[in-house]
């Protein structure tokens, strides 16, 4: 089993920048490809961005390419999500997500095992 905590979100205006980070455990961290989904409301769960066990590879929704950051500590357990130039439609609730296989490559396809209980993000105009 994977346990993944989120931490960080809030509200926040636009234009503004904020950052979500994921604290992970139960497996080893660098065995985990991880990502952050988010849902906002009356819409289905999407992929926001995704990371390599390693950190050398990425995927990035096109709604969030230029303005996101994914990155991982490996030596923390942690994966963070970099939000600059934040809009009112990035509102949702953003969570963290995890698996042991590969499946990560799928990219926006990717059905992860494991799942934080999410955090809210709210982006005022």
């Known amino acids: 089993q994977v346990q993944l905590v989120e931490s960080g979100g809030g509200l926040v205006q636009a234009g503004a920048s904020l950052s979500v980070s994921c604290a992970a455990s139960?497996?080893?961290?660098?065995?985990?490809?991880m990502g952050w989904f988010r849902q906002a409301p009356g819409k289905e769960r999407e992929v926001v961005a995704v990371?390599?066990?390693?950190?050398?590879?990425?995927f990035y929704v096109d709604s969030v390419k230029g303005r996101f950051t994914i990155s991982r500590d490996n030596a923390k357990n942690t994966v963070y999500l970099s939000m600059n130039t934040v809009q009112p439609e990035d509102t949702a609730v953003y969570y963290c997500?995890?698996?042991?296989?590969?499946?990560?490559?799928?990219?926006?396809?990717?059905?992860?095992?494991?799942w934080g209980q999410g955090t809210q993000v709210t982006v005022s105009s």
């Open positions: 139960g497996r080893p961290f660098s065995w985990l490809g």
């Open positions: 990371i390599s066990w390693g950190g050398r590879d990425t």
């Open positions: 997500a995890a698996d042991v296989d590969n499946s990560w490559k799928l990219g926006s396809r990717w059905a992860p095992k494991y």
